[in-house]
């Protein structure tokens, strides 16, 4: 794809798809087939939580599609096993389209699998954490609201408290369980004094014209130096697993991906290669 053609692709893909979030992220409603399919990936998924004997996973999967961006996970949550919403439910942030704000949501393990932007190929990652202190946070629903901004911007700045999106929301919170820190400012300090480092998108510079045109990006939070150079510092799921493997070196990741039927599971901090294909030592399987 041409750079001009793939920009104005990619800014109409995050427009658009921000314009339709329901979990911060978009996707079609599946058939009855591929319904099944993902209820299937979603149960393999559970599988593996089940058997780490932890009690709470970074849970990351692939919801807008962000390819361009060299980004495979656009949205992350907390998956608990003992949450209200059900063993293994995900709290997360999300944009409520029909009230046009961010909410705090539950939702069973299905149906966050069920965001992903492909029903016929997805991907999810899991960061399995020793963390009782992160445990007992994702289930406190004062110190989850008390993070929470009424302002969302699908691109928002990691350390300005202007906007904020789902995945900021989740390193805050992060902030609040390690860092003991009781509102966003103090966890935007503590994240930048610990070593938290936001993924730096360098897009084409007329995305910044093309995000312009929808309510859900902004570049009015970033600082004038930013601006002149045309970066975005982001909160994605890849720099909130990247901390979470600072904080706990010995934390286990697992990537599970399905293509049709086909189930490949990849462990450990080196990335799935592209697509779905299982490479030396991950485990192929139908589902």
């Not at 990936?41 to 962000?66: C, K, N, P, T, W």
Request: proline letters at 6%; glycine letters at 8%.
């Amino acid at each position: 794809m041409k750079p001009l053609f793939a920009a104005l692709a990619l800014g109409w893909s995050l427009a658009a798809g921000a314009a339709s979030l329901q979990s911060c992220d978009t996707g079609h409603e599946p058939g009855p087939v591929e319904q099944d399919l993902v209820l299937r990936f979603a149960a393999a998924v559970r599988a593996e939580l089940a058997h780490a004997g932890s009690s709470v996973a970074l849970i990351s999967r692939s919801g807008l599609d962000l390819s361009l961006l060299g980004q495979r996970y656009s949205h992350a949550g907390l998956a608990v096993i003992d949450s209200e919403a059900g063993p293994w439910a995900v709290r997360q942030l999300y944009f409520a389209c029909d009230e046009g704000r961010p909410r705090i949501f539950d939702q069973g393990l299905a149906g966050f699998v069920m965001g992903m932007h492909d029903t016929q190929e997805g991907h999810v990652s899991l960061v399995l954490l020793p963390s009782p202190e992160l445990h007992e946070t994702a289930l406190d629903k004062r110190r989850a609201l008390a993070l929470l901004n009424g302002r969302y911007s699908a691109n928002a700045d990691a350390f300005s408290l202007r906007y904020q999106n789902c995945n900021q929301w989740l390193a805050e919170l992060m902030a609040s369980a390690w860092g003991d820190a009781p509102d966003r400012a103090a966890a935007q300090d503590w994240l930048r004094a610990s070593g938290y480092e936001p993924v730096v998108l360098s897009p084409w510079r007329p995305l910044a014209w093309i995000a312009s045109m929808s309510p859900f990006l902004h570049g009015d939070d970033r600082d004038s130096d930013d601006v002149e150079h045309g970066r975005y510092r982001v909160s994605l799921p890849s720099s909130l697993e990247a901390f979470a493997r600072l904080r706990y070196p010995q934390a286990e990741r697992i990537e599970l991906c399905h293509r049709g039927a086909a189930l490949v599971i990849h462990r450990g901090w080196k990335a799935m290669g592209p697509g779905c294909v299982a490479g030396p030592g991950d485990e192929a399987s139908s589902l």
